[in-house]
């Protein structure tokens, strides 16, 4: 129950957690905190489910199935089965897009997190000082705040852009109608899926980046094959473009004028260059809560400046700001409750994170990439397995892709991307062991089950070994033990 005290002619609500933020990271505290007996105040001014929910996650996994589908029909011929060019039928895609979310939603509604105990409202959380929210008219004065706020797309100052309509991840799931030309602004993550995406479905598409290439955090090896399937599949790719200025034109679409005075026309625009944290309107400098560029300030325990606040998820920046991630913002989750039910220490940064391209093919990485390690460890050793050399890849005719691991000398693991089909599944057995600290050595010794694609990992991994094979004096014992019969 939530503790209630008197203050005229309202009551004060003084939970143990007041936690801003409806999103997955908010979520994941109320309700882990909730079932562990703790009174919690969940305050929401938008949606239940955030970003990940609404506009981001969910429909873009959606939309991706929906694209894989005709991908897969566009292949079939190569398997002996006929077909044709499929047909996409645009307010049907919409409402499996939008069903998607409307299934999922009741696992983050109000009334499930009511149903646990937690107190939600529906209303613009301020902080008024350092330990004191209001939420519409309510006054909550809570041990421990969590802030969740998430983070929303970041437009870049291109001339004319605040002037023409476009998409970002929070419209272009609005669409019903087919676009005619679909131009990307950004080769992200988010850029290179909705891109690939709209391309399988029958649109004609275009990605402009700044950048020298795609997916720029990622190792420049693997972000390749990422942008040789784009470009397979149809996509102009083009890389190292300034964009002076964009303008609306008479029918309604988009005319962008690039540096050097070539003009790109569409009909549609998604500027997708990333996402900055939402830090305003919360009354942060009431609560003496520091924030800069990358969100509110929080140390490696995911404490804000006050004492009293925790920061997590897509808003969470400073020195503990990791990447942002669903999968972080539930990690995040985790470790506050540790931190402020049970006093347990929690340094943010220790457990390996990996991250997917959900692209066909997947990209999936952990850890360093090969130039990150050349820098922190100097010697170190490349192991790679091509899919085309995976024999369950070869009957799906799925060889596109390798997996590239970044070990010691000795054979602890640094890293490792994967670039090809079930890569987002496949990392795993690296991140265990990267958590575990086991050695690559270790995954060489596993059984894998045949024929799957699990086995590029025991591939990669014999790679490591292949060399003491190579030992003059291992070939020596064998020969004597030959000659002992």
């Known amino acids: 129950m939530v503790g209630q005290t008197d203050n005229g002619?309202?009551?004060?609500?003084?939970?143990?957690?007041c936690v801003i933020g409806a999103g997955s990271a908010g979520l994941s505290v109320a309700s882990i905190?909730?079932?562990?007996?703790?009174?919690?105040?969940?305050?929401?001014?938008?949606?239940?489910?955030?970003?990940?929910?609404?506009?981001?996650?969910?429909?873009?996994?959606?939309?991706?199935?929906?694209?894989?589908?005709?991908?897969?029909?566009?292949?079939?011929?190569?398997?002996?089965?006929?077909?044709?060019?499929?047909?996409?039928?645009?307010?049907?895609?919409?409402?499996?897009?939008?069903?998607?979310?409307?299934?999922?939603?009741?696992?983050?509604?109000?009334?499930?997190?009511?149903?646990?105990?937690?107190?939600?409202?529906?209303?613009?959380?301020?902080?008024?000082?350092?330990?004191?929210?209001?939420?519409?008219?309510?006054?909550?004065?809570?041990?421990?705040?969590?802030?969740?706020?998430?983070?929303?797309?970041?437009?870049?100052?291109?001339?004319?852009?605040?002037?023409?309509?476009?998409?970002?991840?929070?419209?272009?799931?609005?669409?019903?109608?087919?676009?005619?030309?679909?131009?990307?602004?950004?080769?992200?993550?988010?850029?290179?899926?909705?891109?690939?995406?709209?391309?399988?479905?029958?649109?004609?598409?275009?990605?402009?980046?700044?950048?020298?290439?795609?997916?720029?955090q990622e190792d420049p090896e693997m972000a390749g094959v990422v942008g040789h399937a784009l470009r397979s599949d149809g996509v102009s790719v083009r890389i190292g473009v300034t964009i002076d200025r964009v303008a609306q034109t008479e029918g309604g679409g988009i005319s962008l004028f690039l540096n050097g005075g070539e003009r790109i026309d569409g009909s549609h625009l998604l500027v997708a260059t990333g996402r900055k944290p939402i830090v305003d309107g919360l009354g942060l400098e009431n609560a003496g809560i520091e924030t800069d560029a990358s969100g509110i300030r929080v140390d490696r325990g995911l404490r804000t400046s006050n004492r009293r606040v925790y920061a997590i998820g897509d808003c969470a920046g400073g020195s503990g700001a990791g990447a942002r991630f669903t999968h972080v913002a539930n990690h995040h989750a985790g470790l506050v409750i540790r931190n402020a039910l049970f006093r347990l220490p929690i340094r943010v940064g220790q457990a390996p994170v990996p991250r997917v391209t959900y692209t066909a093919p997947e990209l999936a990485s952990v850890g360093l990439t090969e130039a990150q390690a050349r820098e922190?460890?100097?010697?170190?050793?490349?192991?790679?397995?091509?899919?085309?050399?995976?024999?369950?890849?070869?009957?799906?005719?799925?060889?596109?892709?390798?997996?590239?691991?970044?070990?010691?000398?000795?054979?602890?693991?640094?890293?490792?991307?994967?670039?090809?089909?079930?890569?987002?599944?496949?990392?795993?057995?690296w991140v265990l062991a990267m958590s575990r600290g086991l050695k690559v050595s270790d995954l060489a010794g596993l059984v894998y089950p045949y024929p799957t694609f699990s086995e590029v990992t025991k591939s990669t991994a014999v790679e490591f070994l292949r060399p003491s094979a190579q030992n003059p004096w291992l070939r020596r014992l064998i020969s004597l033990v030959r000659r002992l019969g």
């Open 33 to 216: 905190a909730a079932s562990l007996g703790a009174a919690v105040v969940l305050v929401e001014k938008d949606a239940m489910g955030g970003d990940c929910l609404n506009v981001g996650c969910v429909p873009s996994k959606a939309l991706i199935a929906a694209a894989l589908r005709a991908g897969n029909m566009l292949e079939a011929e190569h398997f002996g089965i006929g077909g044709a060019e499929p047909v996409v039928d645009f307010a049907k895609l919409h409402a499996h897009v939008q069903g998607t979310i409307a299934a999922i939603a009741p696992m983050d509604s109000i009334a499930r997190y009511r149903a646990m105990g937690v107190t939600v409202i529906q209303a613009e959380a301020r902080f008024t000082s350092e330990n004191t929210v209001m939420a519409g008219e309510r006054t909550i004065r809570a041990r421990r705040f969590v802030i969740a706020t998430g983070s929303r797309p970041s437009v870049p100052p291109i001339q004319g852009l605040d002037q023409v309509s476009y998409l970002t991840n929070e419209t272009i799931f609005d669409l019903s109608e087919k676009p005619a030309h679909l131009v990307v602004i950004g080769g992200g993550a988010i850029g290179v899926e909705i891109a690939q995406a709209y391309r399988l479905l029958g649109v004609m598409v275009t990605i402009l980046e700044a950048g020298k290439d795609l997916l720029a």
């Open 376 to 429: 922190e460890h100097g010697a170190i050793r490349i192991l790679r397995w091509a899919f085309a050399d995976n024999d369950r890849a070869r009957t799906e005719r799925r060889t596109e892709g390798h997996v590239k691991a970044v070990v010691t000398p000795r054979g602890r693991i640094l890293g490792c991307s994967i670039a090809g089909a079930h890569a987002g599944e496949l990392i795993m057995p």
């Open 9 to 17: 002619a309202q009551k004060v609500l003084e939970p143990d957690f």
